[in-house]
Protein backbone atom coordinates (compact mmCIF):
# COMPACT_ATOMS: atom_id res chain seq x y z
CA UNK A 1 0.00 0.00 0.00
CA UNK A 2 0.99 3.66 -1.17
CA UNK A 3 1.60 5.98 2.16
CA UNK A 4 1.01 9.65 2.15
CA UNK A 5 1.29 12.37 5.05
CA UNK A 6 -0.04 15.84 5.56
CA UNK A 7 2.66 18.18 5.17
CA UNK A 8 3.04 22.14 5.25
CA UNK A 9 5.48 22.65 2.61
CA UNK A 10 6.56 26.49 1.55
CA UNK A 11 6.69 27.89 -1.79
CA UNK A 12 10.87 28.36 -3.03
CA UNK A 13 9.50 31.71 -4.68
CA UNK A 14 7.74 33.68 -1.96
CA UNK A 15 7.83 31.34 0.98
CA UNK A 16 4.12 31.39 1.37
CA UNK A 17 3.43 27.71 3.05
CA UNK A 18 0.50 25.20 1.87
CA UNK A 19 -0.75 21.70 3.16
CA UNK A 20 -0.31 19.42 0.92
CA UNK A 21 -0.17 15.09 0.74
CA UNK A 22 3.42 14.04 0.05
CA UNK A 23 4.13 10.12 -0.27
CA UNK A 24 6.90 8.66 2.16
CA UNK A 25 6.09 5.15 0.15
CA UNK A 26 4.89 3.96 -3.67
CA UNK A 27 3.97 0.72 -3.64
CA UNK A 28 3.49 0.57 -7.76
CA UNK A 29 0.99 -2.18 -9.63
CA UNK A 30 -1.16 -2.01 -12.46
CA UNK A 31 -3.78 -0.13 -10.84
CA UNK A 32 -1.95 3.23 -10.23
CA UNK A 33 -0.53 5.76 -11.97
CA UNK A 34 2.29 6.98 -9.74
CA UNK A 35 4.88 5.74 -11.81
CA UNK A 36 3.65 7.53 -15.00
CA UNK A 37 3.18 10.48 -12.92
CA UNK A 38 6.81 10.68 -12.04
CA UNK A 39 8.35 9.81 -15.33
CA UNK A 40 6.04 12.99 -16.68
CA UNK A 41 7.13 15.26 -14.21
CA UNK A 42 4.20 15.56 -12.71
CA UNK A 43 4.33 13.65 -9.37
CA UNK A 44 4.11 16.01 -6.32
CA UNK A 45 4.17 19.00 -8.53
CA UNK A 46 1.75 21.87 -6.93
CA UNK A 47 1.30 25.44 -7.67
CA UNK A 48 1.53 27.77 -5.01
CA UNK A 49 -1.64 29.53 -3.77
CA UNK A 50 -0.30 32.94 -3.27
CA UNK A 51 2.44 33.52 -6.71
CA UNK A 52 1.40 30.35 -8.77
CA UNK A 53 4.45 29.53 -9.16
CA UNK A 54 4.72 25.99 -9.82
CA UNK A 55 7.13 23.71 -7.57
CA UNK A 56 8.26 19.75 -7.06
CA UNK A 57 8.09 18.58 -3.29
CA UNK A 58 10.73 15.91 -3.04
CA UNK A 59 10.95 14.53 0.69
CA UNK A 60 12.42 11.06 0.76
CA UNK A 61 10.08 8.61 -0.11
CA UNK A 62 10.57 4.60 -0.85
CA UNK A 63 9.09 3.36 -4.60
CA UNK A 64 8.61 -0.62 -4.74
CA UNK A 65 7.88 -2.53 -7.47
CA UNK A 66 7.52 -6.14 -6.85
CA UNK A 67 6.55 -6.95 -10.34
CA UNK A 68 9.75 -5.42 -11.41
CA UNK A 69 11.74 -6.08 -8.58
CA UNK A 70 13.20 -3.13 -8.09
CA UNK A 71 13.22 -0.51 -4.86
CA UNK A 72 14.24 2.93 -5.32
CA UNK A 73 14.92 5.40 -2.28
CA UNK A 74 14.86 8.58 -2.99
CA UNK A 75 15.72 11.56 -1.24
CA UNK A 76 15.83 15.22 -1.98
CA UNK A 77 18.04 16.66 -4.38
CA UNK A 78 19.79 18.64 -2.13
CA UNK A 79 21.11 16.34 0.10
CA UNK A 80 22.89 14.70 -2.95
CA UNK A 81 26.63 15.74 -1.41
CA UNK A 82 26.01 13.29 1.76
CA UNK A 83 25.06 10.13 -0.28
CA UNK A 84 27.78 8.03 1.82
CA UNK A 85 25.86 8.61 4.80
CA UNK A 86 22.22 7.80 2.70
CA UNK A 87 23.13 5.00 0.93
CA UNK A 88 24.21 3.23 4.05
CA UNK A 89 20.54 3.57 5.13
CA UNK A 90 18.84 2.26 2.36
CA UNK A 91 20.89 -1.41 2.65
CA UNK A 92 19.77 -1.08 5.95
CA UNK A 93 16.45 -0.90 5.83
CA UNK A 94 15.56 -3.25 3.12
CA UNK A 95 18.06 -6.00 4.99
CA UNK A 96 16.18 -5.25 8.20
CA UNK A 97 12.68 -5.04 7.23
CA UNK A 98 11.89 -6.00 3.77
CA UNK A 99 14.14 -8.68 3.30
CA UNK A 100 15.32 -9.54 7.32
CA UNK A 101 13.92 -10.68 10.40
CA UNK A 102 11.73 -8.21 11.31
CA UNK A 103 10.17 -8.90 7.70
CA UNK A 104 6.78 -10.66 7.53
CA UNK A 105 7.64 -14.07 5.81
CA UNK A 106 5.62 -13.11 2.81
CA UNK A 107 8.00 -9.52 2.41
CA UNK A 108 10.84 -11.68 2.73
CA UNK A 109 9.76 -14.24 0.03
CA UNK A 110 8.60 -11.60 -2.33
CA UNK A 111 12.14 -9.65 -2.21
CA UNK A 112 13.96 -12.07 -3.21
CA UNK A 113 16.01 -10.94 -6.36
CA UNK A 114 15.09 -6.96 -5.73
CA UNK A 115 17.48 -4.59 -7.18
CA UNK A 116 18.26 -1.47 -4.91
CA UNK A 117 19.33 1.73 -5.43
CA UNK A 118 19.56 5.25 -4.18
CA UNK A 119 18.45 8.17 -6.30
CA UNK A 120 18.41 12.09 -5.05
CA UNK A 121 15.72 14.19 -6.44
CA UNK A 122 12.12 13.10 -8.00
CA UNK A 123 14.19 13.61 -11.72
CA UNK A 124 16.49 11.03 -11.10
CA UNK A 125 13.93 8.99 -9.77
CA UNK A 126 12.17 8.84 -13.19
CA UNK A 127 15.95 8.31 -14.63
CA UNK A 128 16.51 5.32 -12.39
CA UNK A 129 12.80 4.30 -13.09
CA UNK A 130 13.50 4.31 -16.89
CA UNK A 131 16.90 3.13 -17.16
CA UNK A 132 15.88 -0.44 -15.12
CA UNK A 133 12.53 -1.33 -16.47
CA UNK A 134 14.86 -0.71 -19.89
CA UNK A 135 17.00 -3.17 -18.81
CA UNK A 136 19.77 -0.86 -18.96
CA UNK A 137 23.18 -1.20 -17.21
CA UNK A 138 23.06 1.66 -15.43
CA UNK A 139 27.09 1.51 -14.18
CA UNK A 140 27.36 1.71 -18.23
CA UNK A 141 24.83 4.13 -18.68
CA UNK A 142 26.83 6.71 -15.97
CA UNK A 143 30.06 6.38 -17.82
CA UNK A 144 28.05 7.19 -21.40
CA UNK A 145 27.16 10.17 -19.58
CA UNK A 146 30.24 10.67 -18.82
CA UNK A 147 31.77 10.78 -21.93
CA UNK A 148 29.02 13.14 -23.12
CA UNK A 149 30.04 15.80 -20.58
CA UNK A 150 33.78 15.30 -21.98
CA UNK A 151 32.49 15.26 -25.59
CA UNK A 152 30.54 18.78 -26.01
CA UNK A 153 31.93 21.60 -24.74
CA UNK A 154 28.94 23.30 -23.92
CA UNK A 155 28.62 20.91 -21.14
CA UNK A 156 30.44 21.70 -17.84
CA UNK A 157 32.53 19.23 -15.62
CA UNK A 158 30.19 20.08 -12.82
CA UNK A 159 27.66 18.26 -10.83
CA UNK A 160 24.59 20.63 -12.14
CA UNK A 161 25.32 19.72 -15.53
CA UNK A 162 24.94 15.36 -15.41
CA UNK A 163 22.98 14.86 -18.48
CA UNK A 164 19.69 12.98 -17.54
CA UNK A 165 18.59 9.90 -19.37
CA UNK A 166 14.71 10.31 -20.33
CA UNK A 167 13.72 7.05 -22.42
CA UNK A 168 14.37 4.80 -25.34
CA UNK A 169 12.98 6.35 -28.16
CA UNK A 170 13.03 5.02 -32.02
CA UNK A 171 16.42 3.13 -31.11
CA UNK A 172 17.98 6.15 -29.82
CA UNK A 173 18.75 6.96 -25.98
CA UNK A 174 17.26 10.23 -25.64
CA UNK A 175 19.06 12.94 -22.97
CA UNK A 176 17.78 15.73 -21.12
CA UNK A 177 21.27 17.93 -20.95
CA UNK A 178 22.21 21.21 -18.76
CA UNK A 179 24.32 23.62 -21.34
CA UNK A 180 25.92 26.85 -20.97
CA UNK A 181 24.47 29.01 -24.19
CA UNK A 182 26.59 31.45 -25.78
CA UNK A 183 25.45 34.06 -23.37
CA UNK A 184 26.57 31.85 -20.27
CA UNK A 185 22.86 30.97 -19.35
CA UNK A 186 22.02 27.61 -18.67
CA UNK A 187 19.69 25.70 -20.79
CA UNK A 188 18.85 22.18 -21.29
CA UNK A 189 19.33 20.38 -24.56
CA UNK A 190 17.64 16.97 -25.75
CA UNK A 191 20.55 15.25 -26.75
CA UNK A 192 20.55 11.57 -28.62
CA UNK A 193 22.79 8.69 -28.90
CA UNK A 194 22.42 5.14 -30.85
CA UNK A 195 20.92 2.42 -29.00
CA UNK A 196 22.01 -0.21 -28.35
CA UNK A 197 26.08 0.53 -30.08
CA UNK A 198 26.89 3.49 -27.88
CA UNK A 199 26.25 1.31 -24.67
CA UNK A 200 28.01 -1.66 -26.53
CA UNK A 201 31.06 0.75 -27.29
CA UNK A 202 30.85 1.62 -23.26
CA UNK A 203 31.02 -1.86 -22.96
CA UNK A 204 34.48 -2.35 -25.50
CA UNK A 205 35.95 0.55 -23.56
CA UNK A 206 35.22 0.11 -19.47
CA UNK A 207 38.61 -1.18 -18.79
CA UNK A 208 39.58 2.64 -19.06
CA UNK A 209 36.83 3.32 -16.24
CA UNK A 210 37.83 0.86 -14.01
CA UNK A 211 38.18 2.63 -10.77
CA UNK A 212 34.48 4.38 -11.19
CA UNK A 213 33.19 0.94 -12.07
CA UNK A 214 34.52 -0.41 -9.00
CA UNK A 215 32.71 1.93 -6.97
CA UNK A 216 29.89 1.21 -8.16
CA UNK A 217 30.16 -2.67 -7.43
CA UNK A 218 27.99 -3.64 -4.37
CA UNK A 219 26.58 -0.23 -4.64
CA UNK A 220 23.01 1.43 -4.40
CA UNK A 221 23.88 4.53 -5.43
CA UNK A 222 24.51 4.16 -9.41
CA UNK A 223 25.67 7.59 -11.04
CA UNK A 224 28.11 10.07 -11.01
CA UNK A 225 27.23 11.68 -8.46
CA UNK A 226 29.40 9.65 -6.68
CA UNK A 227 32.31 11.08 -8.83
CA UNK A 228 31.17 14.50 -8.29
CA UNK A 229 30.84 14.49 -4.66
CA UNK A 230 33.25 12.60 -3.43
CA UNK A 231 35.13 15.38 -3.51
CA UNK A 232 33.93 19.34 -2.15
CA UNK A 233 32.34 20.92 -5.15
CA UNK A 234 31.37 24.89 -4.98
CA UNK A 235 27.46 25.49 -5.90
CA UNK A 236 26.18 26.97 -9.32
Not at 5 to 10: A, I, M
Not at 22 to 38: H, N
Not at 74 to 98: G, M
Request: with cysteine.
Amino acid sequence: MSRFQEESVSCPVCRQKSTQSIATSLRISSKTDFKQQILSGKFQRFTCPNCTHSFHVDDPLVYLDFDQKIMITQFPKSWNSSWKEHEKVVTHNFENYLAGKYAAPAAREMSKGFRLRTVFGLEALAEKISCLESEIDDSLLSILKLQLIQSVDEIPFHPGFIPLFKEIKEDELVFLCPVLNSEGKIEREIMTLPFPLALNEVNEQKELYESLLETFHDATYIDLGRLFFSASTESI
